[in-house]
Nanobody, 119 residues
Framework: QVRLAESGGGSVQPGGSLRLSCAVS????????MGWYRQAPGKERELVAV???????NYADSVRGRFTVSSDNAKNFVYLHMSSLKPEDTAVYYC?????????????WGQGTQVTVPG
């Protein structure tokens, strides 16, 4: 079982910046991928940014160039640095990790943190 706990959400004006943090209970060496998803009201949950085992990153087209996902392997934290925020970035942001164990992949999610960018 991997536990994830997000922090750092809030309200920020358009064009502003925010950093989300996620404390991960497992060693990063045991994870296949970790990162961030978001879900806006009335929409499906979507990938924002993810770090894949080996260090490669993947971003949604809508955030590429504005958001950066990073990790602190020593402290077991994953971060999402968000800049040039837009009203359409308003959503609940979820920390995510998946782990390969005994022949299967398992997904883990945090409780979510609200990010609001007023229109």
């Amino acid at each position: 079982q991997v536990r994830l706990a997000e922090s750092g959400g809030g309200s920020v004006q358009p064009g502003g910046s925010l950093r989300l943090s996620c404390a991960v209970s497992a060693s990063f060496h045991s994870l296949n991928a970790m990162g961030w998803y978001r879900q806006a009201p009335g929409k499906e949950r979507e990938l924002v940014a993810v770090i894949i085992s080996g260090g490669d990153t993947n971003y949604a087209d809508s955030v590429r160039g504005r958001f950066t996902v990073s990790s602190d392997n020593a402290k077991n934290f994953v971060y999402l640095h968000m800049s040039s925020l837009k009203p359409e970035d308003t959503a609940v942001y979820y920390c995510y990790a998946d782990q390969y164990y005994s022949g299967a992949f398992y997904d883990f999610w945090g409780q979510g943190t609200q990010v609001t960018v007023p229109g």
